[in-house]
């Protein structure tokens, strides 16, 4: 990882904001984060990244939790979600 | 793992525009709802909206957007907005901030409403009341604002560009951070309805569009992550058209106040299409089967350059109604288009800058 990847720190709690929701609409085929006149299709791995950001688990605990779900290396992992996640703050779709 | 954006999978409409009443204190010379406007007794009922909401939740329309006019001017706005609530629909307020008091917003924040988009004229006080047409306006916007962000509820700030303001695109977007807001819209006056009548009087000169245009990547690299700022080129100064409404009759439904269904706003400019009314009909029956909605769906109907063009499934051939404003030809390319045969006629209005009076919106 070099000094421009983003980091999330391991302690931050990451959120939705009011006025972001994650739903499940079987006719758009699946889960979509709902946003400020923004719909973004998710697919089945970042909806069980943003289910887990429930205010409550580290961002830390999330990624345990998900290298644990998929038996895959925590180092992946970890910049797999840093990335989406970082996308999603920049966006104003989450908070951390 | 990824997040797309609105990608072509989704078929299914994904937003209603739900024009609750064309009422509205404000007269904004660019106000996008047509020149004959609905009156009060026309509006359909409290009633109706919760069918349709529940209609279009069935759909598979995900969010709705409560406009008008001023949907303030709807004393049953809190019973609305909590219909699209039960429906399930992720609710946005657009709103002019004028006739919302703040007691209303908490009712509609407890009611499930989901986001607040406000507008706002300009980042001056006197500029902005006058091209609102109505004195103090700018100062309830703000007040309007400050409760919004009180209550949590995400805040966008609708900015409509255009020659009179456009040289303080900064400053509106200054504004939109001091205020809160999460969200910005820089958005440039489209020719329809009372903008069309004003166009001269709004048209932004070239210059100002390349400064406005250099002004937003700058303050979008400068505000990354803290505030989302939208912007589109504006129409007569740009290469290639809008992909309107996401392509015909495939993302987004409006219901005017009278309970007709649009493909969009704009839509009953184009003479002898035929809309049918959710008095009549389910929205599924509309969105499926009336001829409106039939009538530029998909690429069947379009003629040289569109049809052939590598394009066609990305831009639609750009906006039906301004292909119909500016040639007298719904099927033909969107003018804006510099490969439509008219193309220079564009410029040519493009260039036309007069400081007449505005000819402010009234019912």
Not at chain 2, 83 to 99: D, E, K, P, Q, R
Not at chain 2, 107 to 136: C, K, N
Not at chain 2, 343 to 355: F, G, K, P, T, W
């Amino acid at each position: 990882m070099n000094d421009t990847a983003p980091t999330i720190a391991p302690e931050a709690r990451p959120h939705l904001p009011r006025g972001v929701r994650l739903v499940h609409n079987e006719a758009q085929g699946g889960w979509v984060l709902l946003a400020p006149e923004r719909v973004f299709k998710a697919d089945a791995v970042a909806a069980e990244v943003v289910k887990r950001c429930t205010g409550e688990a580290t961002f830390a605990a999330i990624v345990d939790d998900l290298a644990k779900t998929y038996s895959a290396p925590r180092e992946r992992i970890l910049a797999d979600v840093t990335a989406l996640l970082r996308g999603l703050a920049d966006k104003r779709l989450l908070e951390l | 793992m990824a997040m797309a954006g609105n990608d072509a999978a989704l078929r299914t409409p994904l937003g209603l525009l739900a024009e609750l009443t064309h009422r509205c204190p404000l007269g904004c010379p660019y106000c996008s709802n047509p020149l004959a406007l609905d009156p009060r007794q026309s509006e359909l009922d409290t009633q109706t909206w919760a069918r349709v909401f529940n209609e279009a939740a069935g759909l598979g329309v995900l969010q709705v957007h409560l406009s008008g006019g001023e949907p303030g001017a709807r004393r049953d706005l809190v019973a609305i907005t909590a219909a699209a609530h039960a429906a399930g629909l992720y609710s946005n307020l657009i709103t002019s901030a004028v006739g919302i008091t703040a007691a209303t917003l908490r009712q509609l924040a407890d009611s499930g409403l989901d986001h607040v988009q406000i507008s706002i004229q300009d980042s001056e006080a006197a500029s902005a009341d006058r091209i609102a047409g109505y004195e103090g306006a700018f100062a309830r916007k703000r007040a309007l604002a400050a409760e919004v962000v009180s209550l949590k509820i995400p805040l966008t700030v609708n900015a409509v560009m255009h020659r009179a303001n456009i040289d303080r695109l900064e400053d509106m977007v200054a504004l939109a951070l001091a205020l809160g807001a999460s969200r910005v819209e820089i958005a440039h006056a489209q020719y329809y309805g009372w903008a069309l009548k004003n166009r001269a009087a709004l048209m932004p000169t070239a210059a100002q569009v390349r400064r406005a245009t250099a002004a937003v990547e700058e303050l979008r690299a400068r505000h990354h992550g803290e505030i989302v700022i939208d912007a589109v080129v504006p129409d007569y100064h740009a290469r290639l058209p809008k992909p309107c409404v996401g392509g015909w009759g495939r993302r987004s439904l409006n219901v005017t106040p009278g309970g007709k269904v649009l493909p969009c706003h704009a839509a009953e400019s184009i003479p002898g299409l035929e809309f049918w009314s959710v008095r009549e009909h389910s929205l599924a029956d509309i969105w499926a089967n009336s001829p409106a909605f039939n009538a530029f769906r998909g690429t069947a109907w379009m003629q040289e350059p569109c049809r052939s063009c590598a394009r066609r499934d990305i831009d639609f051939g750009g906006c039906r109604c301004q292909a119909f404003a500016l040639t007298g030809d719904a099927r033909a390319t969107d003018p804006v288009c510099h490969l439509a045969p008219n193309h220079h006629e564009v410029a040519a209005l493009a260039s036309v800058q007069e400081d007449a009076p505005y000819a402010y919106r009234r019912m």
